[in-house]
């Protein structure tokens, strides 16, 4: 039980891990989209696993949870968004595709060695939830900074927020308090970032980021 | 109760108190609550403390849950602390007293009462700390409370300068000495003083944890070249609170130096004591230079706590280099000379602020060449001022006399150490002591004589009255108390005992049996003084001497003569100034402490425009170690200025690359 426990969990976060890199490699929004509710149904399976294996009922809330706004509510949201204010599809990365998966791939590297160092006497299956974990936050936030548009930048947030979910159900013991809060604070900034989107969209008729910026030096 | 309970107790009320300040500050019945409270609280912790350092037992501590939740706020005091707050309630005491007839002057009390209460309870509260945690807090809030009554007016320019650079030394100091707990902490974070003592640090730390104690207890004390921000700060706040922080605030920042450097820091080591009589004897040649140059009554007086409290830490230097070398007698005589010297410095130059509030609530003016002739006006606040002048000037028989005479004792002793370094320093600093009490001595000649001889050189200095009663009064108290520890300087000596047992594991021999009420700090073979009997002669030959003149001197018929004692015109700029006072020493020192320019500016023959001498005083620290940091600064302010203006991608570039950086750190640290 211990060997499978431990197989299947390993599959699914490096399951995670692999759909960023996709999240990463995408230049379609709809795409992105659709990879990021990929995402979600890998986190959201991953998650319960461990509640099956914790013998944590609590955690099938957190894994419906994570079903339910991030594959469903929260893509299709922006499927709208992307549709009402007619965004143009295609995205532009600020360093090309390959860059960044290499990038990507020394994060996830990276994210391991450190694991292995600070974690290195810690239970097996803990250590490597909480690498996989960290190597998604690490390409959440990559994402945020190699891209230009607004919506991707809200995508790349999103799951960074996943491999933090990640990270909270490998840890044994973790109340659900802390789980609604994190799945709810990432609802708030959605609806900010929805309401922000529609603004500079109506400002700017852009939602590139950079325009933003513009905006400010003007106000300077 | 027990005595460190009452001093909490008195805490809580300082700071119930400093509240209502707060509601009541307009009316006249705020100020009697305020003051009244102040110096009834203060005479309480007096007492308390009082019996506890004379009893001479350790206390126990008090523990409450207070602050970090698992290191708590413990409370103790023990005859170290128990001494420093009778140094601190007294100045107090006093303080308050004179602040109930002074405070009337205020322009804006709701500035100053609510603060106050404030300012004394922080002073308490650093005193009876008896964790490192309780320790810097209440030293922050003591900081901040005086902060703010040194912006208690803040419309003039100066006094926000002031504030500022006081803001941040104060700031300088704390970061200091929580390097110095952090050390003696240790990894296992031992935050309790008793734990500390109970788990010396590696002689590494211990040696690291001394140094910056002595920055920070040196930067809030004023020891040079820590010391710029003081003769800003403390004239600019009201006078009684002036006095308090000369007086009392830099007694807290000795107190935090012995604390740490002689009870917490472990076993000593002599190359230590090396930096301490290096700075203080610096201290007090730059501070006592600086107060004869200068020409604002308060700030003389700022800078001549400087002065002492070099003298004070040069005590300590040689107690601290005795302990090392393992002579405890003369470790003992050289802690009570700075422990004395402390506790004098506290009264006299509380006594001598208070004359300068006098003088200014009397005259509005603080720049000596506009002041003049007082005596006549205020013949009550001169004499009370000529004892404190005489006091600080350590002339026999008071009490400031005894402390630095005690000082100067240890020099004598310095031949018996062991190391050559320390044989050939000592003499040096105490050469520097030497120096630094004649100098003294002619600065308040100048300090005195300039505004309450001569004549009046303005018309505000002219029509000047004497002060209120209460005023009065508190000088009167501080003056008494110069006679008698100058008198009876066995009884202070023996009363510190227990202190000095504490910080250096030894004591005096008992003075108060000597006979006639001498005082002999090694044997009486060797050296020994009565302060009652230099008194008694002083009085009966200044008695004999002044009844022979009146007798047979003035008697005969006089002429004034042509030169008319060198006044023949009538005006009074004819006088000595301050600044021709200073003239012979500002150009014997002039080049080594300060940068002077003088200049004569001289008409050609036929012009009618007078001559002109113009002299530039630079502070030769503030140009070669403040500047060049200052510039430095706002150079590195400038640069990192252009983070404000970043894009979105930009600002989130730079968290993942401090995060990814971290995380390389992480992976890559040995």
């Known amino acids: 039980m211990k060997g499978l426990a431990f197989d299947v969990s390993h599959m699914l976060a490096g399951g995670l891990v692999l759909t960023s890199f996709l999240l990463l490699y995408q230049n379609r929004l709809y795409a992105l989209l659709n990879m990021y509710s990929l995402q979600a149904v890998v986190l959201s399976l991953s998650v319960a696993w461990q509640a099956f294996v914790q013998d944590a009922s609590h955690l099938y809330v957190t894994a419906f949870i994570a079903l339910l706004f991030k594959a469903v509510v929260i893509p299709l949201t922006l499927h709208r968004i992307i549709a009402r204010l007619g965004i143009q599809r295609d995205v532009e990365n600020v360093v090309g595709a390959g860059t960044t998966m290499l990038a990507g791939l020394a994060l996830v590297a990276l994210a391991e060695v450190v694991m292995l160092r600070i974690a290195g006497g810690a239970d097996v299956l803990a250590r490597e939830d909480l690498a996989f974990a960290l190597s998604v936050v690490l390409l959440g936030l990559l994402m945020m900074v190699v891209r230009r548009n607004a919506v991707s930048m809200v995508v790349g947030f999103m799951s960074l927020e996943n491999g933090l979910i990640l990270a909270a159900a490998g840890a044994k013991g973790m109340p659900l308090v802390v789980e609604f809060a994190v799945a709810f604070s990432v609802l708030v900034a959605l609806v900010v970032i929805g309401v922000f989107l529609f603004r500079i969209s109506e400002r700017f008729d852009s939602i590139d980021a950079e325009a933003l910026d513009s905006f400010r030096e003007r106000g300077r | ?670």
């Not at chain 2, 009420?517 to 009486?524: D, F, Q």
């Open chain 2, 1 to 670: 109760m027990t005595a460190v309970a009452l001093c909490l107790a008195a805490v809580a009320t300082l700071l119930a108190l400093a509240l209502a300040g707060g509601f009541v500050a307009a009316t006249s019945f705020g100020r009697a609550l305020v003051y009244g409270g102040t110096l009834a609280l203060s005479l309480l912790v007096l007492l308390v403390a009082g019996d506890a350092l004379l009893v001479g037992a350790a206390g126990e501590t008090l523990m409450l849950p207070l602050g970090l939740p698992w290191v708590g706020a413990r409370f103790h005091v023990d005859p170290l602390s128990a001494f420093f707050l009778v140094v601190v309630s007294l100045a107090a005491a006093a303080a308050s007293l004179y602040a109930l007839g002074y405070g009337r002057h205020e322009r804006d009390p709701g500035r100053v009462l609510p603060f106050f209460p404030a300012f004394l309870a922080g002073m308490i509260l650093v005193l009876v700390a008896a964790d490192a945690y309780t320790f810097l807090l209440s030293w922050e809030f003591m900081s901040l409370a005086s902060w703010a009554l040194v912006m208690a007016h803040h419309r003039e320019e100066q006094n926000a300068r002031a504030a500022y650079v006081y803001l941040v030394m104060a700031s300088f100091g704390t970061l200091a000495l929580l390097v110095a707990f952090a050390l003696l902490a240790g990894p296992d974070g031992h935050y309790a003083f008793a734990a500390m003592r109970a788990a010396p640090p590696a002689a590494g730390a211990a040696t690291l944890a001394f140094l910056a104690a002595l920055v920070g207890a040196g930067s809030k004390a004023g020891l040079a070249p820590l010391h710029v921000w003081l003769p800003l700060a403390h004239p600019a706040a009201p006078s009684h609170v002036s006095a308090m922080m000369s007086g009392a605030m830099t007694k807290v920042a000795v107190y935090a130096f012995i604390r740490i450097a002689f009870d917490l820091a472990g076993s000593p080591d002599w190359r230590l004591a090396i930096p301490l009589l290096i700075v203080g004897a610096a201290s007090g040649i730059i501070g006592v230079l600086q107060a004869l140059m200068d020409n604002d009554l308060k700030r003389v007086l700022a800078y001549s706590t400087i002065e002492n409290i070099g003298l004070v830490f040069v005590g300590l230097g040689f107690a601290y280099a005795f302990r090392a070398a393992g002579f405890p007698a003369a470790a003992a005589l050289a802690m009570t000379a700075a422990l004395l010297h402390a506790f004098n410095h506290a009264v006299f130059k509380s006594l001598l602020f208070f004359g300068a509030g006098a003088v200014l609530s009397a005259t509005g003016e603080r720049r000596l060449d506009k002041l003049g002739g007082l005596l006549n006006r205020m013949p009550a606040t001169g004499l009370f001022m000529l004892v404190g002048a005489a006091a600080i000037s350590a002339l026999p028989p008071l009490n400031g006399f005894v402390s630095e005479w005690m000082i100067l004792q240890s020099v004598l002793l310095s031949p018996s150490f062991p190391q050559w370094t320390l044989k050939i320093l000592a003499p040096a600093v105490g050469a520097g002591v030497a120096l630094t009490a004649a100098l003294a001595a002619a600065c308040f000649v100048r300090a005195f004589g300039i505004p309450f001889l001569g004549r009046p050189r303005s018309e505000a200095a002219e029509r000047a009255g004497e002060v209120d009663r209460f005023s009065l009064a508190a000088m009167a108290v501080l003056a008494a108390l110069c006679l008698v520890a100058g008198l009876f300087p066995g009884q202070a000596i023996d009363a510190l005992a227990a202190a000095t047992d504490l910080a250096v594991g030894a004591h005096m021999p008992s003075q108060s049996s000597m006979p006639w009420l001498s005082i002999a700090p090694v044997a009486a073979s060797r050296s020994s003084y009565n302060g009652l009997l230099v008194g008694v002669f002083i009085l009966m030959s200044a008695t004999t001497a002044s009844t022979i003149i009146h007798r047979f001197a003035s008697g005969a018929v006089r002429r004034a003569p042509a030169w008319d004692c060198g006044f023949p015109d009538s005006s009074p700029s004819t006088q000595y100034s301050g600044e021709s006072f200073s003239q012979p020493i500002r150009r014997v020192f002039g080049r080594i402490a300060f940068v002077v320019e003088e200049r004569i500016d001289m008409p050609r023959p036929g012009e009618t425009r007078p001559a002109r001498l113009e002299l530039r005083l630079g502070d030769r620290i503030w140009n070669t170690l403040y500047r060049p940091l200052i510039v430095a600064v706002e150079r590195a302010a400038v640069q990192l200025n252009r983070l404000q203006f970043l894009t979105i991608r930009q600002y989130l570039g730079v968290v993942f690359g401090a995060l990814v950086a971290l995380l390389v750190v992480l992976a890559t640290w040995p």
